[in-house]
């Protein structure tokens, strides 16, 4: 009898023992708390990528809450809204201890590294002046990163190269044309007026390009801008990332500089093509790099 007895209890112990496990794991995967919380915020993102429920929320690089939902903006909310980019809406729980948000609050997307998860980072803001409201609604930045600038330069880079195969094609036909001139020089005064027209062609595709590069030098602008006011509290990873895109934007400055000499020798006389004189002195690349207003391609 006092055998089947401890049979009994051990089987039974078993029992709630599986069923306080099953009920821990159903809460912490559901997200359910039993006390609501009492500070939220609203943050309006273009895009959510890497965050999901119970993503961690930062302030000043601090842990201070979690994302406790996550959901679209209906067609009107999108159209009504200052930036009509904005598709999704983020839902934060803040912690108690932490002080009124003041109304200057910057909120984006970060990562500790390339591979950690993303969470929400919140910036300290000024202190003094006015402080949100409990669930306000605040614009999110997006997140700008190697990735992002990487992606943005594909298309260039696409560009360049076709830019670059059809200045080949150009050069070829040019060397057949210089041949057929020490033959006959009425073959080749005829087959001018078309290299003239492939190089305004170029001389276009190119100009698109560097308008392109500003472009990208405009967006890793906002990194700079928005990565300054975290990079006090972000780990040696973060600070080694901003230093190899600075690198990135210095190539662009010396390409960029360089090709203007190109479009202008394109632009004011494309003979020069064909009856190659005596080569302009560019820019060096170490004045380029330390100068922080633009400078001509060619030394004066």
Known sequence: MKRNLSDYVVALSVIVCSVILL?????????????????????????????????????????????IAIRHLSRDQRESATNQR??????????????????????????????????VALSAGTPGGETLA????????????????????????????KLIDNLNNTVTNLDGTVTSVRNDLGEFMPKIPPLIDVAKVDLEELQRIIKGL???????????????????????QLQDQMK???????????????????????????????????GNKLTPEAEILKSKEPLPAKKP
């Open 86 to 119: 904005n598709a999704v809406r983020v839902t934060v729980s803040l912690a108690d201890d932490l002080p009124p948000l003041p109304a200057d609050v910057i909120a984006t997307l970060s990562s500790d590294t390339l591979l950690s998860p993303m969470f």
């Open 134 to 161: 409990n669930n306000a609604v605040i614009e999110g930045h997006p997140a700008y990163g190697i990735s992002q600038i990487a992606a943005a330069a594909g298309p260039l880079v696409d560009n360049a190269n």
């Open 23 to 67: 009920a821990a794991l159903t809460i912490a995967l559901s997200g359910f708390r039993l006390k609501k919380p009492t500070r939220t915020l609203q943050i309006d993102f273009e895009d959510v990528t890497g965050v999901k429920l119970h993503s961690e929320v930062r302030y000043a690089g601090a842990a201070a809450g979690r994302v």
């Open 244 to 278: 190899e895109l600075r690198v990135i934007l210095l190539n662009l400055k010396v390409v960029s500089t360089h090709a203007k000499a190109l479009t202008e020798t394109l632009a004011e006389k494309p003979s020069r093509i064909l009856f190659s004189g005596k």
């Open 214 to 236: 500003d472009d990208v030098e405009k967006n890793a602008n906002a990194v700079f801008e928005n990565a300054g006011k975290f990079v006090g509290n972000t780990d040696k």
